[in-house]
């Protein structure tokens, strides 16, 4: 749940930003033109319009970034683990959980699990454990197996070398 708290958190630090230029904009245009600084006049319209355009389009990605926490929460904490379960208690299409789920798999919101058609799966897999060799030791002639790449002799504890 890490990694989509923080990117919801700084989408709504973006959103609030963005919010609060429109009027700080204003508040820069009327100051300069009141003092006479056109390079406050400038400053003041870039906000202006940075705010005026930008706050839309910064509450829709934190609308979009909650979206896909409701989700990420539903699984991890509800442990609803199939499309179905999830498009019915989160009140959407199966569709729209599907592309959600790419996003968050995509994103790497979903840590730990793996999806298997319209189920998700606790991913268990371990790491490959080192491969068993058998060789014959060129001192004593005693075959034995042996993992990793320090090799001795079991029987008469040889250092033997893999060439």
Not at 42 to 61: K, M, S
Request: include cysteine.
């Amino acid at each position: 749940m890490a990694p989509i708290r923080k990117a919801l958190r700084k989408s709504l630090l973006v959103a609030l930003i963005l919010t609060m230029m429109f009027p700080l904009g204003g508040i820069l245009l009327g100051v300069g033109l009141g003092i006479g600084q056109p390079g406050m006049w400038g400053v003041g319209i870039a906000c202006l319009a940075t705010g005026f355009y930008g706050c839309t389009f910064g509450w829709v990605e934190y609308g979009n970034k909650r979206v896909l926490y409701r989700l990420v929460s539903a699984i991890v904490e509800e442990h609803l683990y199939s499309v179905q379960e999830l498009a019915v208690q989160l009140s959407m299409s199966e569709k729209d959980v599907r592309n959600h789920l790419t996003v968050c798999f995509q994103k790497r919101y979903l840590i730990g699990f793996k999806r298997e058609g319209d189920l998700l799966t606790l991913n268990e897999n371990q790491a490959l454990n080192e491969r068993e060799n058998v060789m014959e030791c060129p001192y004593c002639g005693a075959k034995f197996t042996y993992k990793g790449t320090n090799i001795r002799c079991p029987y008469c504890d040889s250092p033997i070398s893999r060439e």
